[in-house]
Protein backbone atom coordinates (compact mmCIF):
# COMPACT_ATOMS: atom_id res chain seq x y z
CA UNK A 1 0.00 0.00 0.00
CA UNK A 2 1.50 3.30 -1.38
CA UNK A 3 -0.46 5.82 1.00
CA UNK A 4 0.56 10.28 1.34
CA UNK A 5 4.15 10.43 2.97
CA UNK A 6 4.37 12.40 5.95
CA UNK A 7 5.87 15.69 5.24
CA UNK A 8 7.99 18.25 7.53
CA UNK A 9 7.50 21.42 9.34
CA UNK A 10 10.67 23.14 10.39
CA UNK A 11 10.90 26.02 12.46
CA UNK A 12 14.39 27.73 12.31
CA UNK A 13 15.74 30.75 14.15
CA UNK A 14 19.11 32.69 13.34
CA UNK A 15 20.37 36.50 14.06
CA UNK A 16 20.31 39.15 11.25
CA UNK A 17 23.46 38.16 10.21
CA UNK A 18 22.62 34.23 9.59
CA UNK A 19 24.13 32.58 12.70
CA UNK A 20 21.46 29.68 14.11
CA UNK A 21 20.73 30.57 17.60
CA UNK A 22 18.65 27.42 18.48
CA UNK A 23 18.23 24.00 17.06
CA UNK A 24 15.76 23.78 14.64
CA UNK A 25 12.16 22.68 15.92
CA UNK A 26 10.47 20.10 13.41
CA UNK A 27 6.66 18.20 13.31
CA UNK A 28 6.16 15.44 11.38
CA UNK A 29 2.51 15.82 9.89
CA UNK A 30 0.93 13.54 7.33
CA UNK A 31 0.22 15.01 3.67
CA UNK A 32 -2.84 16.85 4.11
CA UNK A 33 -3.03 17.37 7.41
CA UNK A 34 -3.19 21.07 9.06
CA UNK A 35 -0.38 22.25 10.76
CA UNK A 36 0.41 25.84 12.89
CA UNK A 37 3.95 26.19 14.63
CA UNK A 38 2.90 30.04 16.08
CA UNK A 39 3.77 28.56 19.77
CA UNK A 40 7.52 27.85 18.70
CA UNK A 41 7.88 31.46 17.50
CA UNK A 42 9.05 33.76 20.28
CA UNK A 43 8.58 37.71 20.93
CA UNK A 44 12.09 37.05 22.18
CA UNK A 45 15.26 34.92 23.05
CA UNK A 46 17.65 35.03 25.79
CA UNK A 47 20.76 32.86 24.48
CA UNK A 48 24.44 32.74 26.02
CA UNK A 49 23.72 35.61 27.95
CA UNK A 50 22.53 37.46 25.29
CA UNK A 51 18.70 39.03 24.36
CA UNK A 52 17.01 38.71 21.32
CA UNK A 53 14.37 40.39 19.90
CA UNK A 54 12.19 38.92 17.18
CA UNK A 55 13.07 40.92 13.46
CA UNK A 56 10.53 38.60 10.69
CA UNK A 57 9.14 35.90 9.91
CA UNK A 58 9.49 33.74 6.51
CA UNK A 59 6.80 31.09 5.92
CA UNK A 60 3.93 29.84 6.54
CA UNK A 61 3.01 29.46 10.32
CA UNK A 62 0.05 27.49 9.31
CA UNK A 63 -1.80 25.69 6.79
CA UNK A 64 -2.77 22.30 5.57
CA UNK A 65 0.50 19.73 4.79
CA UNK A 66 1.17 19.52 0.86
CA UNK A 67 5.32 19.14 0.65
CA UNK A 68 7.67 20.04 3.43
CA UNK A 69 7.47 23.64 4.90
CA UNK A 70 10.20 25.67 6.77
CA UNK A 71 9.61 28.89 8.65
CA UNK A 72 12.36 31.22 9.16
CA UNK A 73 12.26 33.61 12.24
CA UNK A 74 15.55 36.12 12.24
CA UNK A 75 16.10 37.49 15.49
CA UNK A 76 18.27 40.53 16.26
CA UNK A 77 20.41 41.27 19.30
CA UNK A 78 19.07 43.83 22.18
CA UNK A 79 21.60 43.91 24.82
CA UNK A 80 21.70 47.90 24.95
CA UNK A 81 18.99 49.90 26.69
CA UNK A 82 19.42 52.65 29.38
CA UNK A 83 18.32 49.78 31.85
CA UNK A 84 19.46 46.92 29.98
CA UNK A 85 17.43 44.86 26.84
CA UNK A 86 14.70 47.92 25.76
CA UNK A 87 12.80 45.50 23.01
CA UNK A 88 14.55 47.72 20.41
CA UNK A 89 17.18 45.57 18.35
CA UNK A 90 20.71 47.26 19.04
CA UNK A 91 21.40 48.06 14.77
CA UNK A 92 19.00 51.08 15.48
CA UNK A 93 19.78 52.86 18.24
CA UNK A 94 23.29 54.52 18.68
CA UNK A 95 24.93 55.61 22.22
CA UNK A 96 24.95 59.06 23.59
CA UNK A 97 27.27 59.50 26.46
CA UNK A 98 28.06 62.71 28.82
CA UNK A 99 30.84 64.04 30.58
CA UNK A 100 31.88 67.00 32.66
CA UNK A 101 34.84 69.17 32.46
CA UNK A 102 35.55 70.95 36.40
CA UNK A 103 31.69 69.72 37.46
CA UNK A 104 29.77 66.90 36.96
CA UNK A 105 26.83 65.17 35.80
CA UNK A 106 23.50 63.60 37.14
CA UNK A 107 24.37 60.04 35.96
CA UNK A 108 26.69 57.38 34.76
CA UNK A 109 26.72 55.12 31.36
CA UNK A 110 25.68 55.31 28.47
CA UNK A 111 21.81 56.49 27.29
CA UNK A 112 20.25 54.68 24.22
CA UNK A 113 18.57 56.34 21.37
CA UNK A 114 16.94 54.61 18.19
CA UNK A 115 16.72 55.88 15.08
CA UNK A 116 14.19 56.02 12.91
CA UNK A 117 13.95 56.98 8.48
CA UNK A 118 11.18 59.46 7.65
CA UNK A 119 8.19 57.18 7.70
CA UNK A 120 8.55 56.42 11.42
CA UNK A 121 10.29 52.79 11.03
CA UNK A 122 13.12 51.79 12.91
CA UNK A 123 16.64 52.43 10.50
CA UNK A 124 20.25 52.08 11.26
CA UNK A 125 20.85 55.19 8.73
CA UNK A 126 17.93 57.43 10.46
CA UNK A 127 17.39 60.36 13.25
CA UNK A 128 16.71 60.25 16.57
CA UNK A 129 16.24 62.56 19.00
CA UNK A 130 16.62 62.06 23.53
CA UNK A 131 14.15 62.20 25.51
CA UNK A 132 14.04 64.57 28.57
CA UNK A 133 14.82 61.68 30.79
CA UNK A 134 18.20 61.13 28.80
CA UNK A 135 19.13 64.12 29.77
CA UNK A 136 21.64 64.96 32.63
CA UNK A 137 21.50 67.44 35.40
CA UNK A 138 24.97 69.36 35.25
CA UNK A 139 26.45 71.20 38.40
CA UNK A 140 29.71 72.84 38.07
CA UNK A 141 32.62 72.31 40.14
CA UNK A 142 33.61 74.66 43.36
CA UNK A 143 35.36 77.45 42.14
CA UNK A 144 33.74 77.09 38.29
CA UNK A 145 30.02 78.80 36.82
CA UNK A 146 28.84 79.42 33.77
CA UNK A 147 29.49 76.28 31.18
CA UNK A 148 29.60 75.89 27.86
CA UNK A 149 28.71 72.18 26.11
CA UNK A 150 30.40 70.41 22.94
CA UNK A 151 29.31 70.01 20.39
CA UNK A 152 26.08 71.61 22.10
CA UNK A 153 23.23 71.46 24.64
CA UNK A 154 21.80 68.36 24.44
CA UNK A 155 17.89 68.76 23.97
CA UNK A 156 14.97 66.52 22.91
CA UNK A 157 15.12 68.54 19.66
CA UNK A 158 18.95 67.93 18.71
CA UNK A 159 18.71 65.58 15.80
CA UNK A 160 20.84 62.57 16.33
CA UNK A 161 22.80 59.86 13.57
CA UNK A 162 25.59 58.61 15.53
CA UNK A 163 26.90 57.91 18.42
CA UNK A 164 27.77 61.31 20.50
CA UNK A 165 29.41 62.49 23.66
CA UNK A 166 27.67 65.77 25.59
CA UNK A 167 30.29 67.61 27.12
CA UNK A 168 29.54 70.53 29.23
CA UNK A 169 32.89 72.58 30.81
CA UNK A 170 32.70 75.05 33.40
Same mark, same amino acid.
Given at each position: FYGPQARTVTVT $?? %?DK /?? +?LQESFTLRRPYGS? $? @?VGDQIFDTLDIDDHHYVKESVTGEVSGTVTSNVTVDVVYALDDKGD @?? *?DGTADKYQVEVTYGAVNGTVSFNGPKYVTL $? %??NGNESESGTGYLKADQIPDTQAGE /? $? +?GGSWNPEMPTIS? *??KAATEFVVTY
Open positions: $YH %D /GA +ES $Y @N @NG *P $Y %DE /G $Y +EY *PI
